[in-house]
């Protein structure tokens, strides 16, 4: 099982305390650093200072980091277009010597985007350009060299793209995808992505999940080995009291956060990450939500990350 550190800077976050962060996920072994890609904060805090770009902060970090994997849960589709995205996404790749993962989602956050003036259309239609994002990346990327891309598609449009630059692996970063729809997701994870993600679920709804995903995937023959994994708040603490103070940093009741997340002792936290192990889940993402607790994350390093 994978552990992976995953932060979410649109709480209140400068780049100095996602290096920081970025940095003890490496030195303490965790198998990668993502960040959310939102640009407004969500719930009864400040967010002071402001959001940071998603990828600006990535590329910075493919500079500052060695071993780890960077990426996103998730990028929105409705906030680049696609072109100028895969050159963004390209180029952090490049950076990192090849170290990127590429997390895509239509979008959700309908006030982020009036805050900052991006359309926001209707799920089907966020749909409809997700799919043809999808297309269009994934063609830039596998292009050969020396020709070109071209795309005509209902939203977009491409014509004599020379498919530059190129990512750091041939045929581009791994794609991730995720979510709980049981028609449209696993259709584009089974076609696109070599990662399925399944946010924030209980156990027992984990099974169902994959295995719509395991469907689409034979329903098309496809081959290729899917990778699944599942987003979890995590808040870990050696017994009640720290656990305690923990969930109050983050505004979350221990109690709720045994039920919803990934919360407990450091056994606690083992066993239920055994129960996603049941299912088939490779990989979990640690949502940190109080970024300036790095103890938290030594403790996870110490307690867990060795048992799993």
């Known amino acids: 099982m994978q552990l992976r550190i995953f932060t979410e800077p649109q709480q209140g976050a400068t780049y100095d305390t996602l290096l920081r962060v970025a940095t003890a996920t490496e030195e303490l072994g965790f198998d990668a650093f993502f960040r959310s890609d939102h640009y407004l904060k969500m719930g009864d805090i400040?967010?002071?200072?402001?959001?940071t770009d998603a990828w600006v902060t990535l590329a910075a970090l493919a500079r500052e980091t060695d071993r780890i994997r960077l990426g996103t849960l998730m990028t929105a589709a409705t906030f680049r277009l696609p072109g100028p995205l895969a050159i963004s996404v390209a180029q952090v790749d490049e950076m990192s010597g090849g170290r990127v993962e590429f997390g895509f989602g239509t979008g959700w956050f309908e006030a982020e985007h009036t805050a900052y003036g991006?359309?926001?259309?209707?799920?089907?239609?966020?749909?409809?350009r997700l799919e043809e994002q999808l297309e269009i990346l994934t063609g830039l990327w596998r292009t050969p060299a020396e020709e070109t891309y071209s795309f005509d598609g209902r939203h977009y449009a491409l014509t004599g793209s020379p498919a530059l630059p190129k990512p750091a692996r041939p045929g581009g970063p791994p794609v991730i995808i995720g979510g709980a729809g049981p028609v449209r997701t696993p259709r584009l994870a089974a076609r696109y992505a070599a990662e399925f993600n399944l946010p924030f679920p209980r156990p027992e709804d984990v099974a169902p999940a994959f295995e719509r995903?395991?469907?689409?995937?034979?329903?098309?023959?496809?081959?290729?080995?899917?990778?699944?994994?599942?987003a979890q708040v995590v808040c870990c603490g050696r017994d009640e009291a720290e656990l305690r103070r923990r969930a109050d940093a983050i505004g979350r009741k221990v109690d709720e956060l045994r039920e919803n997340g990934l919360a407990g002792?450091?056994?606690?936290?083992?066993?239920?990450?055994?129960?996603?192990?049941?299912?088939?889940c490779?990989?979990?993402?640690?949502?940190?939500?109080?970024?300036?607790?790095?103890?938290?994350?030594?403790?996870?390093?110490?307690?867990v990350l060795p048992q799993v």
Request: one cysteine or more; a negative charge; hydrophobic letters at 40%.
């Open 46 to 51: 400040s967010g002071l200072p402001g959001p």
């Open 118 to 128: 991006i359309p926001f259309p209707p799920l089907g239609e966020r749909f409809e």
């Open 265 to 280: 002792t450091p056994d606690e936290l083992v066993d239920k990450i055994g129960k996603f192990a049941g299912t088939g």
């Open 213 to 230: 995903v395991a469907a689409a995937c034979a329903e098309i023959g496809r081959t290729e080995p899917m990778t699944y994994s599942v």
């Open 282 to 303: 490779e990989r979990v993402y640690l949502q940190v939500l109080d970024l300036s607790d790095l103890d938290h994350l030594e403790l996870l390093a110490a307690e």
